[in-house]
């Protein structure tokens, strides 16, 4: 019951936004008293919480299953940068989410941060390889994915171009990884 009531506070969240969706909307969208979730949930900010907190479970645990799948470097990488979610937020709510949940905010900064952390392992493993030059400052690479992936989060240009943070991220591993020269 609990994946259940977390399922329909997920499709009510993307339909109204955080703000927008009562206990009774749970209650009628899964044909249940109120107090069947009150039984598993004490409060609305409980389950906003569970609700992030489970999709950066399942985040975490889909990339390393995901980096670990991965034999080439550009996979990898991709694989490290790519967001998997059972619950996959929409962009539009998390500066509802950085407002009204400073908590789930720091646990979405540290989720970004453990992705750039592998990102940076991967990369020191193709310098050791040879797959990646020795020449590039893997730290510096780290910085431009971190401020450029911040971007994509907190910027209208992915909306304006009809792009998901997903499709924005690819393009920028192709962009920093094999540049905009043709050889």
Known sequence: MKERILDAVYRLVKVKGINGFTMNDISKELHIGKQTIYTYFKSKDELMIELVRSSLEDNKNLTEAAVAEAHELKEKLTAAMISYHKYNIPLELLEEIRKMYPELWSALEEQRNFKLKMVRNILDEGIKSGEVSKKI???????????????????????????SLNKGIEELIDIIFYGILIR
């Open 137 to 163: 400052n893997p730290q510096i690479i780290n910085y431009v994915l971190d401020k450029v992936t911040l971007a994509l989060l907190s910027d209208e240009f992915l909306q304006e171009n009809n792009m």
